[in-house]
């Protein structure tokens, strides 16, 4: 099995800044893509951020700018610095990796999720 487990929520005032790490850990023979996606109340869950094992990034509109996504592929961990942060970022935050395992299955895992609250 594979954990994720993730770290870094919290409260923090409009323009402040936080920073979101997730490792993975368990039978795992190689993460592929990792990311991060939110959920706020009443609303589907999104992507904001993912990077490939290369290191090549995506970003939602909405945070490009002011989020940065970056992973240590010797912890399998990835991370999310969220700066000048704005209420509307206020959201259960997700992460989530493409975990290979010897067989070579491929099979995408979700941590249990953190909570940024951004207060105006």
């Known amino acids: 099995q594979v954990q994720l487990v993730e770290s870094g929520g919290g409260l923090v005032q409009a323009g402040g800044s936080l920073r979101l790490s997730c490792a993975a850990s368990?039978?795992?023979?190689?993460?592929?893509?990792m990311g991060w996606y939110r959920q706020a109340p009443g609303k589907q869950r999104d992507l904001v951020a993912r990077?490939?094992?290369?290191?090549?990034?995506t970003y939602a509109d909405s945070v490009k700018g002011r989020f940065t996504i970056s992973r240590d592929n010797t912890k399998n961990t990835v991370y999310l610095q969220m700066n000048n942060l704005k209420p509307e970022d206020t959201a259960v935050y997700y992460c989530?990796?493409?975990?290979?395992?010897?067989?070579?299955?491929?099979?995408?895992?979700w941590g249990k999720g953190t909570l940024v609250t951004v207060s105006s």
């Open positions: 990077v490939t094992k290369g290191g090549t990034t």
């Open positions: 989530n990796a493409e975990v290979v395992n010897s067989g070579s299955w491929v099979t995408n895992y």
């Open positions: 368990g039978r795992i023979f190689r993460v592929n893509g």
